[in-house]
């Protein structure tokens, strides 16, 4: 790692409102220059190469937030803040990644890490956080001040507005519903445990579901042509064009995932019973109306008498730019804060 003990940064004082929001995957890294309004003004992309040391991933990420600025003809000074949505566990406060098992990150000072690079402020957040903060100030949850953001996908992952503001916990892990249990003495998930709703209801889980349905038990299905042969990494939108042709052994996968989905959502409404809960990522893009609507009956069944009452159960709205918007919008309340 280069030197971190780098001076307290000043504000940037720009022209216009622009700051830089940044989605970071273990296989790529997008950045966009955002302005005011939550309007992508620009974009960049580049591979993540998560193989390599954590200061040379640093520093594609720089590069591509530098590209970004000079594709919105911008120079770094007119840059307000930088917000960026990593995976795993982190210190939001500190913007360290305590451990992103796709990238074999452990203790990584981003944030720090970041400024000393590019000399602009930079606020580190989960990328599951950052997409459910995005989703609250610009997307399905506007206008609302309790919310849960769940994302399927790879994994299952979630994020918590209370009264209007991210909700970190104790720990700054709040909003792991992928690992609540919904299955006693189910699949074995990533994470250790038995039955988490990410061991039976993401991308991964059901996969290994369709695997051992198509080639163990030799059940037939037009699944494999529809992903080119490969049922190892399935894409969502195989798995929907196979629901939508009355593939029988993909439906019944499917139906299982909504049903715990729903089992999650009642569960979460009877804790917590916010205002609305929004369902993103890939899997639930892909899938669409009739998926979210199996979903919402059987939270309708699990959750107490009355708690689901005034609960909105919606789909995401801002699709593949609520990683960069979100982040942007981190970056943007965390100048408010530190403006006050």
Not at 64 to 88: F, K, M, N, V, Y
Request: net charge neutral; hydrophobic share 45%.
């Amino acid at each position: 790692m280069t030197n971190t003990q780098t001076q307290p940064l000043e504000m940037t004082i720009a022209t216009e409102d622009y700051v830089v929001g940044v989605d970071m995957g273990g296989t790529k890294i997008l950045a966009a220059v955002v302005d005011a309004e939550g309007k992508i003004i620009s974009h960049s992309k580049i591979a993540t190469r998560a193989e390599k040391e954590p200061d040379q991933v640093i520093d594609r990420i720089a590069r591509c937030i530098g590209e970004a600025i000079e594709q919105a003809h911008l120079e770094a000074s007119q840059i307000h803040a930088i917000g960026i949505g990593a995976p795993g566990p982190l210190d939001p406060e500190r913007g360290i990644v305590i451990f992103a098992p796709n990238l074999d990150w452990s203790n990584v000072p981003l944030k720090a890490e970041l400024e000393s690079r590019l000399g602009i402020p930079t606020f580190v957040d989960n990328d599951v956080n950052v997409g459910t903060l995005g989703e609250h100030v610009l997307g399905a949850g506007r206008g609302v001040k309790n919310l849960v953001g769940i994302f399927v996908g790879t994994g299952v992952g979630g994020g918590i507005i209370l009264n209007g503001k991210l909700f970190h916990g104790a720990s700054k892990t709040a909003g792991e519903v992928g690992h609540m249990i919904v299955k006693a003495d189910g699949p074995r998930c990533g994470c250790g445990n038995l039955g988490c709703l990410e061991a039976v209801a993401s991308r991964t889980a059901i996969a290994k579901q369709l695997q051992k349905a198509i080639l163990k038990k030799k059940k037939k299905s037009i699944l494999p042509k529809l992903n080119d042969g490969n049922l190892d990494l399935i894409r969502s939108k195989a798995l929907a064009e196979a629901v939508r042709r009355g593939d029988k052994v993909t439906t019944k996968v499917m139906r299982r995932a909504a049903k715990y989905l729903g089992i999650g959502v009642a569960s979460i409404v009877n804790f917590l019973n916010p205002e609305m809960i929004v369902l993103g990522g890939g899997v639930i893009e892909a899938m669409g109306d009739s998926f979210v609507d199996q979903i919402r009956r059987v939270a309708g069944e699990y959750a107490l008498p009355n708690t689901m009452n005034g609960v909105q159960i919606v789909t995401a709205k801002l699709g593949d730019n609520a990683g960069v918007i979100g982040a942007a919008v981190l970056a943007r309340e965390m100048l408010n804060e530190m403006s006050k």
